[in-house]
């Protein structure tokens, strides 16, 4: 709700020209910014969700490119707290097991998504922010010898999703 900086746009003309970023990915970069959660903010009002709610949202949105329906996402929901009250690994396996079965739908494999729409779709879901052409070149190197299920299995296992666990389990179970 500004106008840019002309630094801001050659910033992200780079991004977009020399670097072979895509639009999506510059999108995701603005979506997670501090600056737009605090004008988002000044429209709703801050809000805090349990971060399991988050957390299965994350998947449909991130991956699936919508949002979920509600019987899938009140299954998913209710096996994310069931994991909740079991510790820290069955979150992580069950993160794992919904995003490796997202990936794995025939409605993702509808979407076609390219090797590097992959990677962003994981750092969106998984890590929830936007990555750099570095990020994303490290990943698609991954890919050229390794499955999306390996990659997947990186993002899933990597320190920074482990910080979204704690989220979860501090949150409290409910059961």
């Not at 600056?35 to 429209?43: D, L, P, S, T």
């Not at 750092?123 to 991954?142: F, H, K, Q, T």
């Amino acid at each position: 709700n500004r106008a840019p900086s002309q630094g801001e746009i050659d910033w992200f003309i780079n991004d977009l020209l020399s670097q072979g970023v895509s639009r999506n990915l510059v999108l995701n970069n603005f979506i997670f910014s501090a600056e737009y959660r605090a004008f988002i903010e000044g429209i709703f009002g801050a809000s805090t969700p349990r971060p399991e709610n988050t957390l299965v949202n994350d998947f449909y949105r991130g991956i699936l490119s919508r949002l979920p329906e509600t019987g899938g996402f009140n299954y998913w929901l209710d096996q994310m707290r069931a994991a909740q009250c079991m510790g820290a690994q069955a979150v992580r396996d069950l993160s794992h097991q919904i995003a490796l079965g997202f990936i794995n739908s025939n409605e993702y494999l509808a979407l076609g998504r390219t090797n590097v729409q992959f990677v962003e779709d994981m750092y969106d879901a998984i890590l929830r922010r936007g990555a750099s052409p570095a990020e994303v070149n490290y990943w698609l190197g991954l890919l050229s010898t390794g499955t999306r299920g390996q990659v997947l299995e990186g993002f899933t296992a990597s320190d920074e999703f482990q910080t979204r666990v704690p989220a979860v389990l501090d949150a409290g179970c409910l059961w």
